[in-house]
C-alpha cells in the first residue's frame, strides 16, 4: 500500500486565478475539472478518502486527460488496498503521458518495487534516456482549443454543403420532368435521374447534419449537468460558512435539474438542510431590521422566509412584523392584506389580536 500522507505532499492545489491570467478562455470542463482536483485535495487532508474518489473521478470524467487527478485517484484506491483499481489507474497513464515517470514509480510501489509486463520494458525505454518534463496544462489547452476548431468548422460545412444542395435540387425540381436533348452533342439527359441523385446526397447530408446536431445538444445537456454538480459543491462551501441565504437561492434556481444517483442524494440533503437554515436566518435578520427602523429592508428579508419553508413555525410573528413595516412604510393595502391573512391562518396567535387593532385603524372610517 502507498502512503497516501508522504506521497501527498507531491500533490498541490492548483490556482484557476493564475491559469486565467495566463490563459483566458479555459473551456468549462477544464475549469471545473480543477475546482474537484482542489476540492478532493481538501477531503484528503481532512481525512475523506471516500468523498476525495468521488470528487476524483468525477473531474477526470470531465477532463479525461488531467494525468494529475488520474496518479492521485490511483493513491487514494491504494490507501484504500484496491490495489487492482490502483494498478489500472497508473497502466493508463503509463499508455497515455508522454513523461509517465511519477505513474511508473506508484506502480512499481504498488508491485513491492518491481514493474511487471509491458510496464516494465516502458521503464528499461525511459531510464536510457533523460526524462523531459512536459507541460501538461498547455498540451491539453491546446488539445483542448484544436478540438473545439474542428468540431465547428464539421458543423459549418454541414450547414454549408446543406444549403448548396437545397439551392440545386429547389432549381432542378422547379423544372419539369423531362427528356431535354442537348443540340451540341445530340445526346439525351435525363433530368429526373439527375435529380435523383441530388436528392440522395441531400438526405445524406441532411442525415449526418441531424446526427451532428443531436451529439451537439447531448454534450449541452452534460455540460449543464456538470455545472449543476460543480454548485452543489458551492453550496456545501456557503453553508458551511452560514452564508445560509446565498445557498438556498441556488438551491431554488436547481429545484429543477435532474440529479441521478449520489448526486441526487447530496441534492436532497442540501435542500433538507439548507432551506429551514435559510428561513431560520433571514427571519432573525427581518427582525433586527424592524427593530431598527429599516422596514423596508426589513420586509424583503421576511418575505423570503415562506418561500424557503412554508412550514415555518413562526409564520405568525413573519406576517405580523411584514404587516407592520407595510403599515409605517404607509402601504395601507399590503398592510391589510397581511393582516387579514394572519387572522384567518392564525386565529390563536397572540399577533392575530395586536394584527385585529392595527386592522381596524386602517379600515375605520374617518
Not at 452564508?243 to 440529479?259: C, H, I, R, S, V
Not at 386592522?359 to 374617518?366: D, E, G, S, Y
Amino acid at each position: 500500500m502507498i502512503d497516501l500522507k508522504q506521497e501527498m505532499q507531491d500533490f498541490n492545489v492548483i490556482s484557476l486565478k493564475e491559469i486565467s491570467q495566463n490563459e483566458a478562455d479555459i473551456p468549462d470542463n477544464i475549469r471545473n475539472s480543477v475546482f474537484l482536483y482542489n476540492k478532493a485535495i481538501e477531503s484528503l487532508n481532512s481525512g475523506s478518502e471516500d468523498i476525495a474518489i468521488i470528487e476524483l473521478k468525477k473531474a477526470i470524467s470531465m477532463n479525461p486527460h488531467f494525468f494529475e487527478a488520474m496518479n492521485l485517484l490511483g493513491i487514494c484506491y491504494s490507501y484504500t488496498k484496491d490495489n487492482l483499481r490502483a494498478a489500472e489507474i497508473f497502466d493508463k497513464v503509463i499508455k497515455a503521458e508522454k513523461n509517465s515517470v511519477k505513474a511508473l514509480r506508484y506502480l512499481s510501489l504498488l508491485n513491492g518495487g518491481e514493474v511487471e509486463g509491458s510496464t516494465k520494458l516502458r521503464t528499461k525505454k525511459r531510464n536510457t534516456a533523460p526524462v523531459k518534463k512536459v507541460n501538461e496544462s498547455n498540451v491539453e489547452k491546446s488539445a483542448n482549443r484544436h478540438g473545439k476548431i474542428f468540431i465547428w468548422l464539421k458543423y459549418a460545412a454541414f450547414f454549408a454543403a446543406g444549403i448548396l444542395l437545397a439551392v440545386l435540387i429547389q432549381n432542378t425540381l422547379l423544372k419539369p420532368e423531362k427528356i431535354e436533348e442537348d443540340p451540341n452533342e445530340g445526346k439525351i439527359i435525363d433530368t429526373e435521374k439527375n435529380t435523383d441523385e441530388y436528392k440522395m446526397k441531400y438526405e445524406k447530408l441532411l442525415s449526418e447534419y441531424e446526427l451532428v446536431k443531436s451529439d451537439l445538444e447531448k454534450s449541452e445537456k452534460s455540460a449543464d449537468y456538470s455545472k449543476s454538480v460543480i454548485r452543489l459543491y458551492e453550496i456545501e462551501s456557503l453553508a458551511s460558512k452560514k452564508q445560509w441565504e446565498n445557498a438556498a437561492d441556488l438551491l431554488l434556481l436547481m429545484k429543477t435539474t435532474n440529479f441521478e444517483g449520489d448526486d441526487k442524494t447530496r441534492f436532497d440533503s442540501l435542500y433538507k438542510s439548507v432551506l429551514p437554515s435559510a428561513a431560520k436566518a433571514l427571519y432573525d435578520e427581518g427582525y433586527k431590521l424592524y427593530n431598527t427602523k429599516k422596514y423596508e429592508e426589513s420586509q424583503k428579508k421576511l418575505s423570503k422566509v415562506e418561500v424557503y419553508d412554508p412550514q415555518f413555525n413562526r409564520m405568525d410573528a413573519v406576517l405580523y412584523y411584514m404587516g407592520r413595516s407595510y403599515q409605517l412604510l404607509n402601504d395601507s393595502r399590503n398592510a391589510v392584506a397581511l393582516f387579514q391573512r394572519l387572522i384567518n391562518s392564525y386565529p390563536k396567535s397572540n399577533y392575530a389580536v395586536n394584527a385585529k387593532v392595527r386592522l381596524k385603524a386602517l379600515t375605520q372610517i374617518p
